[in-house]
């Protein structure tokens, strides 16, 4: 019987994804700053700029916040460690909570996820921009970029040339099957380190080659080995954010600003259901 694998761009209309990696700030974009000794502090600005709805993108333009009212901070990302920046974001008016595991802090969302969709036997794979992290029945590992073969995005029309394409397709297939898969997922989540448009195209982020390709998601799952499963996708902040409704320290606030900080800053806002 031949193989059948179900694509599909997973909606949250209560979690919004916002491009704030490139945040401008006085002298550079919070991008800029992200190997630098102040880079806490710059992030510090970066969120009050959110808060008080005068964020502006480099890449996508105005941030969109000024009609909402934060009332929490939720961080989560393998560089938080070193970073300073949840002592720093203390300074913020409103509670800053950092995940349990902030490595895999997408992993109780995705696992929600697989549920709420029906879908047992799941893993989710977060592919993160320095490593993917894949967790599968209270398993976690995580899979480190080689920058040597995956080097870092020059925005040119040449990252995108097929040699990067097919390097990325091997890098996270062959992290699904170094994973070990014991018994075929029904459902998988992958979430991707770049914005994803309602139909799951992926937009830019510093992987050479991932914008605009669309199949590179079926493709993977082939490559791997994985047939007939259905793959939610969605970006790897909005997958955070998720978690965000799994942790009980977070309820009872309306609307969080969710940070991943790892190889760049991920963001989205997660508001309250209810």
């Avoid at 070193?82 to 696992?111: C, K, N």
């Avoid at 697989?114 to 894949?134: F, H, P, T």
């Avoid at 994803?196 to 050479?208: A, E, H, I, K, Q």
């Avoid at 309306?254 to 806002?269: D, E, N, P, S």
Wanted: aromatic share 6%; hydrophobic share 40%.
């Amino acid at each position: 019987m031949e193989s059948s694998i179900n694509v599909r761009r997973v909606p949250l209309p209560h979690i919004t994804h916002l491009e704030l990696w490139d945040c401008m700030l006085k002298h550079a974009t919070l991008w800029d700053c992200m190997y630098c000794p102040g880079f806490a502090e710059r992030l510090l600005e970066a969120v009050h700029l959110v808060f008080q709805g005068q964020a502006i993108s480099q890449s996508t333009g105005i941030i969109e916040t000024g009609h909402l009212s934060f009332d929490s901070i939720f961080l989560s990302g393998g560089g938080i460690s070193g970073s300073m920046a949840d002592a720093i974001l203390q300074a913020l008016p409103v509670p800053v909570i950092v995940a349990e595991d902030p490595v895999f802090g997408g992993t109780p969302g995705g696992i929600r996820l697989l549920e709420r969709s029906g879908l047992s036997a799941g893993m989710v794979v977060d592919v993160g921009q320095s490593q993917i992290k894949i967790s599968r029945e209270n398993m976690c590992k995580t899979f480190k970029r080689d920058f040597d073969t995956l080097p870092v995005s020059s925005g040119e029309r040449k990252s995108a040339k097929p040699v990067y394409r097919e390097a990325l397709r091997a890098f996270i297939a062959d992290s699904i099957r170094s994973f070990g898969i014991t018994k075929r997922p029904e459902g998988i989540v992958m979430a991707l380190p770049c914005a994803l448009d309602s139909r799951g195209f992926p937009g830019s982020c510093s992987y050479p080659g991932l914008r605009e390709d669309l199949s590179i998601v079926r493709d993977v799952c082939k490559r791997a080995g994985i047939v007939n499963s259905t793959v939610l996708t969605l970006n790897d902040a909005e997958l955070t954010a998720y978690s965000g409704c799994c942790d009980t320290r977070l309820s009872g606030f309306k609307t969080t600003l969710v940070l991943t900080i790892g190889f760049g800053v991920g963001c989205a806002v997660l508001e309250s259901e209810s």
